[in-house]
C-alpha cells in the first residue's frame, strides 16, 4: 500500500478506537442525573456569585433569569464588579431594583493582586462575602449565562443525596448551551463543545473513580465545606483554565464532581464573526497545552492525522487511483461525521454540517498555533484589558 493509504489506515484504526474505547464522548445524553426533592424547609441556602468585567451588554439578559430563581430555600445573588468601565454595577443593580427576586448584593474588589487571574480574584471575593450567610452551596455562574426559573432548584437537587442512600456530588457542573446563530457560530460553536467532550469524556469525569477531571464554568454548583477543604480559589489563584483547575482540586481532596450538558442554561454572549470566536479559543488554547511546545506539536499532528488525513486520502484516491486510500478515508472521515451528529443535534442545527468538521478542525489548528505564537509574544491569555503572558504572572493593569 501506499504512505497515503497506510496514513488513511491509521486514521481509521483511531477513529475506531474514539468511537468505542473513549468514554462514548460522542454522546449527549450525560444530563442532570433525577433525584427525589428534599422536603419542604430542608432546601440547602445558597449564594450565587457572579464575577463580571465590562458586562453591561449581556446583564440585561442573564441578571433577571438569577434574580427570578424559583428556589423552595433561601439564595441570594453576589455581582462582583471586577474594575468594569462600562457601568456593569450600577446596571446590576438598576436591574435588581426593576425585577426584584432574590437579593442581590455589588461588590468591587478592586485590580487582582500579583499571582491572580481575574476572574478568580473576582471569585475569592465573592466567596467572601457570601460567608456572612453561610450557604451550604455556592452557583459560581458567568455573567453570560441565562439560567431558566428552576436552574438552581434542579442543580441543587441533583448535588444533595437522594432517597435511596445514593451519595450526593460535591460538585454540580453544566456545560451551558451556546449561542449558535451565525454561519461562523454554526461552523464553530458545536464543535467547540465536541472536542471539549473528546478531551474530557464526561463520562469519564463523572465515575467515582479515576484521574479525568473538568467542568464547564459557567455554571458550576460547589459544596461550601468542599471549597473550603479544597482551599479554592486560593490553590488555583493563577490558572488561566479556571473550571478544569477547579475540578481537580475538589477531585484531589475527594470530592464527588459531576460534569453534563446543560438543557436550560444557556450563554447569551455573541460571537458573530471568526475573529470573535478565534480569540475566544486563542486566549487558552496553549494554556490548555501548559505552555509546552512538544504538546503544541504533537497536538497539530494529532489533528492533521485524525481529520485531516481522512479527505485528503479520499481525494487522493479518487484522483490518483489508490483504492486502499480512497477508501479507508472515506471510512475515517463517515465514522468521524458520523461521532459528530449527536452533538449537532444538541444544538439543532442542520445535519449537513457533519462532514465539514476537517474544516473546523484546521481552523482550530490554527488558532492553537496562533494562541502559542502570542504567548511568546508576551501577549499570552488577553481578556478584557488584562492579559496573562506566563502562568502565576500578574495581569497588566
Keep these: 500500500m501506499s504512505v497515503v493509504a497506510w496514513i488513511a489506515v491509521g486514521s481509521l484504526t483511531v477513529w475506531l478506537w474514539l468511537l468505542l474505547c473513549r468514554g462514548f464522548f460522542w454522546r449527549t445524553d450525560q444530563r442532570l ?5 428534599p422536603a419542604e424547609g430542608q432546601w440547602p441556602y445558597v449564594a450565587v456569585v457572579v464575577p463580571a468585567r465590562d458586562e453591561a451588554e449581556v446583564l440585561p439578559d442573564s441578571l433577571p433569569s438569577l434574580l427570578a430563581q424559583d428556589y423552595p430555600g433561601g439564595a441570594e445573588v453576589i455581582l462582583v464588579d ?6 456593569t454595577g450600577k446596571l446590576a443593580r438598576a436591574l435588581a431594583g426593576r425585577h426584584g427576586g432574590l437579593p442581590l448584593t455589588v ?5 487582582p493582586e500579583p499571582g491572580w487571574t481575574g476572574k ?3 471569585v475569592r471575593h465573592g466567596m467572601a462575602a457570601a460567608r456572612e450567610s453561610s450557604p451550604a452551596y455556592l452557583l459560581l455562574t458567568d455573567a453570560d449565562i441565562a439560567h431558566e426559573p428552576d436552574s438552581l432548584r434542579e442543580l441543587v437537587a441533583a448535588a444533595l443525596p437522594d432517597a435511596q442512600g445514593r451519595d450526593g456530588f460535591d460538585m454540580v457542573s453544566q456545560m451551558a448551551r451556546l449561542r449558535v446563530r451565525t454561519p461562523w457560530e454554526r461552523l464553530i460553536v458545536p464543535a467547540f463543545v ?13 465515575r467515582g ?12 454548583l460547589l459544596r461550601t465545606e468542599t471549597a473550603v477543604r479544597a482551599q479554592v480559589p486560593e490553590s488555583i489563584r493563577g490558572t488561566v483554565i479556571d473550571d478544569v483547575s477547579l475540578a481537580r482540586a475538589v477531585r484531589r481532596c475527594g470530592g464527588r464532581i459531576w460534569l453534563g450538558l446543560a438543557e436550560r442554561v444557556d450563554s447569551v454572549r455573541p460571537y458573530p464573526g471568526l475573529g470573535d470566536l478565534w480569540r475566544m479559543v486563542a486566549r487558552s488554547a496553549y494554556a490548555q497545552l501548559r505552555h509546552n511546545p512538544v504538546l503544541l506539536l504533537g497536538t497539530v499532528l494529532g489533528l492533521a492525522l485524525v481529520y485531516l488525513a481522512p479527505p485528503y486520502a479520499l481525494a487522493t484516491g479518487l484522483l490518483t487511483g489508490d483504492t486502499a486510500a480512497g477508501w479507508a478515508g472515506l471510512g475515517a472521515w463517515a465514522v468521524m461525521a458520523a461521532t459528530y451528529l449527536p452533538m449537532l443535534r444538541y444544538y439543532r442545527q442542520n ?10 478542525a484546521l481552523l482550530y489548528a490554527l488558532m492553537t498555533v496562533d494562541s502559542a505564537v502570542r504567548h511568546h509574544r508576551g501577549r499570552g491569555a488577553a481578556w478584557k484589558g488584562r492579559t496573562y503572558a506566563r502562568p502565576g504572572t500578574a495581569p497588566d493593569r
Design 107 to 111: 461588590v468591587a474588589p478592586g485590580e
Design 120 to 122: 478568580l480574584w473576582a
Design 194 to 206: 465536541y472536542f471539549f467532550a473528546q478531551l474530557y469524556p464526561f463520562r469519564w469525569v463523572n
Design 351 to 360: 445535519l449537513a454540517l457533519a462532514p465539514l468538521l476537517p474544516v473546523t
Design 209 to 220: 473513580t479515576g484521574r479525568t477531571a473538568a467542568a464547564a464554568g459557567g455554571c458550576v
Design 82 to 87: 471586577d474594575g468594569s468601565s462600562d457601568g
Design 33 to 37: 442525573p433525577p433525584r427525589a426533592r
